[in-house]
C-alpha cells in the first residue's frame, strides 16, 4: 500500500520495460491468433514454464470426491451443477476428452472446480468456478505458466465519470463472455477437468469423465487479457462509427454507451446489437434511462428490473441514481482484522465517501 507504484509514480526505467513486455505480448498474441469462418481463436500466452507443468490430477480427482459429497447434501444444487456442464457440452463450449496419440511437447492439466451460490445475480445464482492456481506439492499450477498479460482495460473511475456527464446512458453485458473466446485445438488439453456420467452415484473409475474448454474458461489468469484483446480485435475486422465508444466504455463483459441525444438510443441499441453478433456474442440484459427508448428493445434483450448493476453500484434507470452499498460496521469492539475488513469491504472508485463516512 506505500509502494510509490500505487500512486502513479514509478521510475522511468520500470515503465519502458513494462510497456515493451506488454507490446511484446499484445503483438504476439495477434500473430497467433487464428481467424477461422469469421471467428478468432485465441491460443493461450505460455511464459515458458509449460514444460514443467504437470497434470495435478490427483488433486483433481479428490477435490472432485470432496465436492461430490458436499453435493449430495441438496440435490436440487447438484442437478443444477450438472445441468450447466451438460448445457455448455451441447452448446461446444466444453468437449469430451478422446484419449489417443498426442504430441509430447502438448502438457495435460486438471483444473479442480467448486460452486458459488451468487444470490444477487440477475442471471445465473449457481456459478461454477474453476481453480487454475492448484497445484501439488513443489510443482506449478496453470497459472503459474502463464502471462496474465497486460491490463488494457479502461479505468473504472473514467467509465463511471464518463457515465455521470452525459444525459442518456444505455447499459448491457455480454452473455457468458469468456465462453465466446473460442480456443485453438492445441492449447485444450490444460483445461481439462473431471466430472460425473452419474452424478448420484459418486466417483467410481467408471463414472468419472474428463472434459476440457473448447472455448476461454474463466477462472484462468490470461482470461480477462485474451477477452479484452479478442474483442478490439474484432472491433479492428469490422469498423463502425460507434466502436470508438464501445473501447472507450468496455469493462470485461460490460458495456456502456452514453450520448445526449435522446433520438440516438434506438440506434445504439441496434448497432451495439449487430456488433456483438458479427462477433458471436450475444448482448443482453439492456437497460436505459430513457422511457421511450427502453420501450424499443424488445422483452428478450432488456433486463428485468429497472434497477442492475453497474461496475459494482446499483444504477435505478428510472431515477438515473448511483447507490453506494454500505455494509454493517462490526458490532461491539471491533478488533483491527474487523475493521480492515469492513473499511475494505465498501466499493468506491470515485472516492465519493471519502471523509465522509466512519465506524463513528
Not at 474463466?218 to 472491433?235: D, E, K, N, Q, R
Amino acid at each position: 500500500m506505500f509502494e510509490l507504484e500505487h500512486v502513479g509514480i514509478s521510475p522511468p526505467d520500470a515503465n519502458d520495460l513494462k510497456q515493451t513486455k506488454d507490446d511484446y505480448l499484445i503483438q504476439k498474441f495477434k500473430q497467433e491468433a487464428i481467424l477461422k469462418d469469421g471467428k478468432i481463436h485465441v491460443s493461450l500466452p505460455y511464459n515458458g514454464r509449460q514444460q514443467e507443468l504437470k497434470d495435478n490430477y490427483p488433486i483433481a480427482i479428490k477435490r472432485l470426491a470432496a465436492l461430490t459429497k458436499n453435493l449430495k447434501k441438496d440435490k436440487k444444487t447438484m442437478n443444477e451443477y450438472h445441468n450447466i456442464i451438460q448445457t455448455q457440452l451441447e452448446m461446444g463450449i466444453i468437449e469430451k476428452v478422446e484419449e489417443q496419440k498426442r504430441p509430447a511437447n502438448i502438457p495435460i492439466y486438471y483444473i479442480p472446480h467448486r460452486n458459488v451460490m451468487k444470490e444477487d445475480s440477475l442471471t445465473t445464482k449457481l456459478r461454477i468456478v474453476l481453480d487454475a492456481s492448484s497445484h501439488m506439492v513443489d510443482t506449478l499450477s496453470l497459472n503459474d505458466c502463464l502471462h496474465a498479460g497486460p491490463s488494457i482495460l479502461q479505468s473504472i473511475f473514467g467509465i463511471l465519470l464518463r457515465a455521470r456527464l452525459s444525459n442518456y446512458l444505455l447499459v448491457a453485458d455480454i452473455e457468458k463472455a469468456f465462453h465466446q473466446v473460442r480456443l485453438q485445438k492445441q492449447y485444450r488439453d490444460v483445461t481439462r477437468f473431471l466430472w460425473l456420467s452419474e452424478p448420484e452415484l459418486g466417483v467410481t473409475p467408471a463414472n468419472v469423465v474428463t472434459y476440457r474448454f473448447s472455448r476461454l474458461p474463466f477462472g484462468v489468469s490470461c482470461s480477462p487479457f485474451l477477452l479484452a484483446i479478442t474483442i478490439l480485435m474484432y472491433l479492428d475486422l469490422n469498423p463502425h462509427e460507434i466502436n470508438d465508444k464501445i473501447i472507450q466504455n468496455l469493462y470485461v463483459d460490460n458495456v456502456m454507451i452514453t450520448t445526449n441525444e435522446e433520438k440516438e438510443l434506438k440506434e445504439i441499441y441496434t448497432s451495439t446489437k449487430d456488433i456483438f453478433n458479427k462477433m458471436g456474442m450475444n448482448l443482453r440484459e439492456y437497460q436505459v434511462n430513457s422511457t421511450d427508448a427502453k420501450k424499443s428493445i424488445p422483452e428478450t434483450d432488456k433486463a428485468k428490473d429497472d434497477m442492475v448493476k453497474l461496475l459494482g453500484h446499483m444504477w435505478d434507470s428510472t431515477k438515473d441514481t448511483l447507490t453506494i452499498k454500505i455494509p454493517k460496521p462490526p458490532e461491539n469492539v471491533p478488533t483491527k482484522r474487523e475493521i480492515v475488513s469492513f473499511l475494505a469491504s465498501i466499493y468506491d472508485p470515485m472516492g465519493m465517501l471519502s471523509g465522509k463516512y466512519s465506524l463513528a
